[in-house]
């Protein structure tokens, strides 16, 4: 028996039904072992050691991989035929190397594009060795996100907080974002008109044409650019007449374009289906590795991670074979089609995504596939089918008209196309009954038109218009304009995208990407102190390298050291760089947004309700906020926004009356404050405030909503069992009811207003047995273990009276308002850490409990979703590691010999 190795448990029940008894097919759940989530883990003084950490669920993997390898004749590797695929395979022979369990049993590599039982057994009888330049390629791409994410996240943290964290692809990709923003905002809108006339026939026929020319000359794209031009040129059409000077029919072709490939893909099915990156590549996922199908389980495409644009011999005769059953003869080109990839290096690519089978139509499957499986296959096979199809034969009929008034001459002309054979066409078209095509001849057709014949003149139209600015990036053209630039590879781009959604960078708005301030905020930061890491040029120069790596043309340590020996350099020099530095320069690069030009034609810089001071970007614990120069004598604030300080105009740079309460007669005002918008009673430093609760606009305020805030918290009622009163209220952590000490948090605010005795007492009830009560002075339990901190002791979050909070030794931080306590991050809770302390004083910050350690530079975020598989899932932070001799603060790398890779 062979034990054989593949990703996913759906892959290997597939391939296990085409192998038979012979075989043992095991999943590894992708990566087996991946780099720990601290630093330390990627050592550029000792020639880049990588120090790998299988977690407990792949460890009980490799264990049941290790003992059927033990009873086994061999091992088969048949991981994806990618980079990715290549490093699974590669770590899991590394461990089983290891656990010796291998002795002199054969190991193959065997490789397949496509699960069907065909590739597979083809594939079994063509294994191969592990491609070292494919691992190589893999352990510099995985050395430098984790390098790029392990030092740049914490000059994030120190010079910019609020800052989430720094990537090597998902920095650029944000730029990209940020910098069609500021073309936006930068765009000045032009006037333009044009000009047209509805002409007749002598056979009363109508069609329009354009004016192109005038006075003499040619008419530029947008050349009329006021209603003065427009109406003398308007009034010389009134009074012309129209002649045909020629008419001119072209026969032309159009070529259908290549099969997919994965940025293609996710294109398409963003702006035909709607799909996001991520929810194309899960749906291409389920295709690939296969369904059922009146009893066998097949896969229905090729691997969707390629960026070749090519198809496999025999796949292009299956092609050919079913346009000829399907379409005729007439739509078979006499040879088939070559297409040769547009991508700077496909040697990691294989086929292009296309169907297994190409006699499985869209129709013989809609019952086993679900609605967006059938969509995408449909969009596929219908990719695929074309790419072989002849070409349309259009007729294209362009008829040059003059105009003439009285001596005063001009050009119109009118273009229009005929489709004289559908070709390639025809496969994206329904088909009618007994094979007859849909017409589609009659688009943009022409009448009969003649040369030298004079036609009548019906109407004159003369149009404004203004230039607008460009779009803003949907998900698909920011995919096209990466691939364009060479940034990131086809793994890469939904697993980027998503992570700047998570990071909150960015977010989505009737499919378009904006950038959060957030993110703007960043991306102006790495501009002014790290430009050459987030330059186009060189993030694509980079990325040349690794795929020559990949190709075996360059030593991968020899690309990191010439790497790292620049990047430390300019960490380094950051050491020194000041807060006023950091806001000077996002002051200059950030203006549109940070002083949007006011309506009064006023420097948005000054101040408008001191009237002296300077308007500045302020940082603060939660982030970034604009702030007056003459505090603390004038204490105006505004949040950023997405919307150019749109939130501040809502509420008003002046607080907004809403009314008086009755009964105390002092107003109730809306504000804006530094931590965001709230509603005061009175004035003074006793005045009742209350912050707005989350979904809650400050144009939506209105006296009775504020009045609801201000009365919190309220009373609802004694608990039968302790007598003692229930309260409900609203938090820093948003909605909540109160009971002897025990918070419990409610779904909504309304819930505050509105719930009752006995549904207080089933909340409080359930909190209880989750083990939200403790003693006093009891230590909250852990809800989660985040690892050690730099200088030793463990991190964790807790949950404790007023809310969650993460620990290191004495030091405790609140978490910010409505963050989920099982979602924070070590990089978090490091920033939340060092912040706290720094509050409480430098004589206050101690030491953690353990001792013994040597210090560390902080825990950085992982560059995450730069070169991530969706299909591989990554593994979380590991639970705390038996403690290790610190690594000694990282230098460049002299450079040495390479050594043979066998890690």
């Not at 004035?683 to 305020?701: I, Q, T, V």
């Not at 505050?752 to 083990?771: C, H, M, P, Y």
């Not at 299909?871 to 001799?885: E, I, T, V, Y």
Request: aromatic letters at 6%; glycine letters at 8%.
């Amino acid at each position: 028996m062979n034990v054989v190795v593949v990703e996913s448990p759906a892959k290997a029940k597939t391939i296990n039904k085409y192998l038979g008894s012979g075989y043992k097919v095991l999943a590894s759940f992708g990566h087996v072992r991946d780099l720990p989530a601290k630093d330390g883990s990627v050592l550029p003084d000792q020639d880049f050691e990588m120090l790998w950490e299988v977690d407990g669920a792949s460890q009980k993997r490799i264990k049941d991989i290790a003992d059927a390898v033990k009873s086994s004749d061999g091992l088969i590797l048949a991981t994806d035929p990618d980079r990715e695929g290549e490093a699974i395979s590669w770590h899991v022979l590394d461990l089983l190397k290891k656990k010796r369990v291998l002795g002199d049993k054969p190991v193959k590599r065997v490789v397949f594009n496509a699960i069907t039982k065909k590739a597979v057994l083809d594939a079994m009888a063509a294994p191969r060795d592990i491609d070292v330049a494919l691992v190589d390629a893999y352990l510099a791409r995985r050395a430098l996100d984790y390098l790029v994410g392990f030092n740049l996240s914490p000059v994030l943290w120190r010079k910019l907080p609020g800052a989430r964290s720094a990537g090597r692809v998902q920095s650029v990709a944000l730029r990209l974002v940020c910098d069609r923003e500021s073309e936006i905002e930068r765009f000045v809108s032009e006037e333009y008109w044009n000009l047209s006339a509805l002409l007749k026939t002598p056979r009363g026929d109508e069609f329009e044409a354009r004016l192109v020319s005038a006075d003499g000359k040619r008419l530029q794209a947008r050349g009329i650019q006021n209603a003065e031009s427009a109406n003398r040129l308007k009034a010389l059409l009134e009074g012309a007449s129209f002649a045909v000077e020629s008419v001119e029919a072209k026969p032309v072709k159009r070529n259908p374009s290549p099969p997919f490939t994965t940025s293609t893909l996710q294109q398409a099915a963003s702006s035909k289906l709607g799909f996001s990156a991520s929810r194309t590549m899960q749906v291409a996922q389920k295709l690939y590795e296969g369904v059922d199908i009146g009893g066998e389980t097949v896969g229905l495409i090729t691997y969707m991670r390629t960026d070749g644009v090519q198809m496999a011999p025999e796949a292009v005769q299956a092609a050919r074979a079913a346009i000829g059953e399907q379409f005729g003869p007439r739509y078979l080109p006499d040879t088939p089609r070559f297409y040769s990839t547009k991508a700077k290096n496909a040697q990691e690519a294989h086929e292009a995504i296309r169907p297994t089978d190409f006699r499985r139509t869209p129709d013989q499957v809609r019952r086993t596939l679900d609605g967006d499986q059938l969509r995408l296959y449909d969009l596929i096979w219908k990719r695929g089918i074309a790419s072989q199809m002849a070409s349309a034969e259009i007729e294209r009929t362009t008829v040059e008209i003059l105009a003439d008034n009285k001596g005063e001459k001009a050009g119109l002309r009118a273009v229009g196309s005929v489709i004289r054979f559908d070709g390639f066409i025809a496969a994206y078209t329904d088909q009618k009954e007994d094979g007859e095509q849909a017409d589609d001849d009659e688009d943009g057709r022409l009448p009969e038109i003649n040369a030298r014949e004079s036609l009548a003149k019906q109407k004159i139209n003369a149009s404004q218009h203004f230039t607008e600015p460009p779009p803003r990036y949907s998900e698909a053209s920011l995919i096209k304009k990466m691939e364009e630039l060479g940034i990131g590879r086809p793994s890469t781009y939904a697993a980027t995208l998503a992570t700047l959604r998570d990071r909150e960078y960015v977010t989505i708005d009737k499919r378009k990407l904006i950038p959060e301030p957030k993110g703007r905020l960043v991306t102006a930061f790495l501009e002014s102190f790290f430009t050459k890491y987030v330059e186009y040029d060189f993030t694509a120069d980079l990325e040349e390298k690794l795929d020559k790596i990949s190709a075996g043309e360059l030593n991968w340590k020899d690309v990191l050291r010439e790497f790292w020996e620049n990047f430390f350099s300019q960490i380094e020099d950051t050491k020194e760089l000041r807060v006023t530095n950091v806001l000077d320069a996002l002051n200059e690069a950030l203006a549109p947004l940070v002083f949007p030009k006011r309506e009064d034609g006023s420097d948005p810089r000054t101040c408008q309700v001191c009237g002296t001071g300077q308007l500045s970007l302020k940082l603060g614990r939660y982030g970034a906020f604009v702030g007056c120069s003459n505090y603390p004598e004038c204490n105006f604030t505004r949040q950023l926004s997405s919307e150019g300080g749109a939130e501040a105009e809502a509420v008003g740079n002046e607080p907004k009356a809403l009314g008086q309460d009755p009964a105390t007669g002092e107003e109730i005002t809306l504000r804006s404050g530094r931590f965001g918008p709230y509603v005061q009673r009175g004035d003074g430093k006793e005045a009742k405030r209350s912050s707005l609760p989350k979904g809650w606009s400050p144009a939506d305020m209105d006296f009775e909503k504020a009045m609801n805030l201000l009365s919190l918290p309220r009373e609802v009622g004694q608990h039968p069992e302790t007598g003692k009163l229930i309260t409900a209220g609203l938090g820093r952590y948003g909605p909540f009811i109160l009971h002897d000490g025990t918070y419990a948090n409610v779904e909504s605010i309304e819930d505050v207003f509105t719930i009752g005795l006995n549904r207080a007492v089933t909340v409080l009830a359930e909190k209880q047995s989750k083990g939200g009560a403790r003693g006093r002075g009891a230590t909250a339990a852990a809800l989660k273990e985040l690892g050690d901190h730099p200088d030793g002791g463990a991190i964790t979050v807790r949950d404790g009276r007023y809310g969650p909070y993460v620990n290191w030794g004495k030091v405790n931080a609140t978490l910010p308002k409505g963050k989920d306590p099982q979602s924070v991050t070590v990089e978090e809770a490091l920033a939340l850490i060092t912040e706290r302390a720094a509050k409480e004083g430098a004589g206050k910050t101690k030491k953690a409990p353990a001792k013994g350690k040597a210090a560390a530079k902080p825990k950085a975020a992982k560059a995450e979703g730069d070169e991530a598989s969706e299909d591989k899932p990554k593994k979380a932070a590991a639970k705390k590691a038996p403690a290790k001799k610190a690594a000694t603060k990282a230098k460049p790398a002299a450079k040495t010999t390479k050594k043979k890779s066998s890690e």
